[in-house]
């Protein structure tokens, strides 16, 4: 069964500061990964997706994640935080390119200080 | 396009009441979810159609909810009775070839 874990609840960084959200998952066949970001009130909106092309996936706003197997990793990154990348973030797993299946993590809130 | 509609945004009600939410998908989106996020949690899969039949509904509690998604389109999700463990928010979302849009979902509150 597929699952992933996002390390730390909670995350602040300053404005201008790098972003790195922890994101580790558990596949039995090769996974297909997921960043959404959630603002206040709102649904959820896809970042990026990894699909088992390039390691290194660049989604909207700049930001990225690089898949590493050999952690079971998927860490998302952004090297310059900005006021307006404060939100949930949650990574997510599903068995097939489809995605006719996601499972979500617990979720990271993202704070930013100015 | 037009995205996922959701109503209502926000509902209060009393325990051992019943309660529905209604959910428009994006046309021509055969397939449909309806996730739980329970506060401080990610959204944990309820039931996915795919056009008006269920696909899976391994995580709905059956003894209190239901689903139905009439002439494979828009789709209601109804608690009866609710419990104080079901204040969440209810987000339902539909796909096609992997990408997904969720509606901004409906509040729940039961005091």
């Known amino acids: 069964a597929q699952s992933v874990t996002q390390l730390g609840s909670h995350v602040s960084v300053s404005e201008g500061a790098l972003v790195l959200l922890r994101c580790n998952y558990s596949?039995?066949?090769?996974?297909?990964l997921f960043w959404y970001v959630q603002y206040p009130n709102q649904g959820l909106q896809l970042l990026l997706k990894?699909?088992?092309?390039?390691?290194l996936v660049k989604g909207i706003n700049g930001f990225e994640a690089e898949f590493k197997k050999s952690e079971t990793s998927f860490h998302l990154t952004k090297p310059s935080a900005h006021m307006s990348d404060a939100a949930e973030y949650f990574c997510?797993?599903?068995?097939?390119?489809?995605?006719?299946?996601?499972?979500f993590g617990s979720g990271t809130r993202l704070s930013i200080r100015p | 396009e037009a995205g996922v509609a959701q109503s209502p945004r926000y509902k209060i009600i009393e325990k051992r009441q019943s309660v529905a939410f209604w959910c428009n998908p994006i046309s021509g989106h055969a397939t449909l979810y309806w996730y739980q996020q329970i506060l401080g949690q990610g959204p944990k899969l309820l039931i996915q159609f795919q056009n008006n039949g269920v696909v899976d509904d391994s995580q709905l509690p059956k003894d209190r909810f239901s689903a139905e998604r009439l002439k494979g389109v828009d789709s209601t999700l109804k608690i009866q009775p609710a419990k104080l463990e079901d204040s969440a928010v209810y987000l339902c979302?539909?796909?096609?070839?992997?990408?997904?849009?969720f509606g901004s979902g409906t509040r729940l509150t039961v005091v």
């Open positions: 979302a539909s796909s096609i070839q992997g990408s997904y849009t």
């Open positions: 997510a797993v599903s068995a097939d390119s489809s995605a006719s299946k996601i499972i």
């Open positions: 990894y699909t088992s092309a390039a390691t």
């Open positions: 596949s039995s066949v090769p996974p297909y």
